[in-house]
């Protein structure tokens, strides 16, 4: 699976739109990117996923870039419970496991 | 809605003991894994189970011992925990059919050994 880059941390004003960006150079072209979170002492949350095209859900958007190489997750209006450790993810389809690394560490201030 | 179960939530071991760590799910997954995390690092996956029946080392799979009981249930065994397995530890699953398969995590163990 390709390895990610992401900001060791972020901050964001509550109420504002986060977006947390994710380098994947290596990605190839049957991996999908995957957005993780998690939230002190929780276990991590499934946030979003895709493959080429934008998505949304009633958590965040996911925009990646026309060549794929990176993409950003946002969320449109970060709240005090937004903050977590936000993890972007790689992997082929199939049932291959999560590979985890560090991620950015999103601190939403009041 | 349960979904994924880990029991116990907090434990204290002694070096040298063992102890099994429970973990079931009621969403009728084929696929279950084992992460530790240590302070400050991501999840690393110590060992999986694509389907019942079968299990695969991951990452970091030394000191530890699985069992995939059955469908629901897949146990993590330390048979003689070591101070350096102090950690916590998250079961998760997910569905095998598909193109996309988000894991579904549950609270943790939380675990010392002294």
């Known amino acids: 699976d390709a390895k990610t880059t992401q900001p060791t941390s972020m901050d964001c004003a509550e109420g504002r739109a986060a977006n947390l960006p994710c380098n994947h150079s290596t990605i190839s072209g049957n991996e999908y990117v995957y957005w993780y979170r998690q939230i002190h002492s929780q276990g991590p949350q499934y946030i979003i996923h895709?493959?080429?095209n934008n998505e949304t859900n009633e958590m965040a958007s996911l925009i990646i870039t026309e060549d794929r190489k990176s993409s950003t997750l946002i969320l449109p209006h970060a709240t005090l419970r937004d903050t977590a450790v936000y993890y972007c993810i790689v992997r082929r389809s199939g049932n291959t496991p999560l590979v985890f690394g560090k991620g950015t560490r999103l601190s939403v201030i009041a | 809605n349960a979904g994924v179960t880990q029991t116990p939530k907090f434990q204290v071991l002694k070096t040298g003991q063992s102890m099994t760590l429970q973990c079931a799910q009621d969403m009728n997954h084929n696929s279950m894994y084992w992460y530790r995390q240590d302070p400050g690092m991501g999840l690393r996956l110590i060992y999986y189970s694509a389907s019942e029946g079968t299990t695969d080392k991951g990452e970091v799979p030394n000191g530890y011992n699985v069992s995939r009981l059955n469908k629901r249930e897949f146990s993590l065994r330390l048979e003689s925990a070591a101070p350096s397995q102090t950690s916590v530890y998250f079961c998760?699953?997910?569905?095998?059919?598909?193109?996309?398969?988000?894991?579904?995590f549950g609270d943790g163990t939380r675990l010392s050994i002294l």
């Open positions: 998760a699953s997910s569905e095998m059919a598909g193109s996309f398969q988000p894991q579904h």
């Open positions: 895709g493959l080429k």
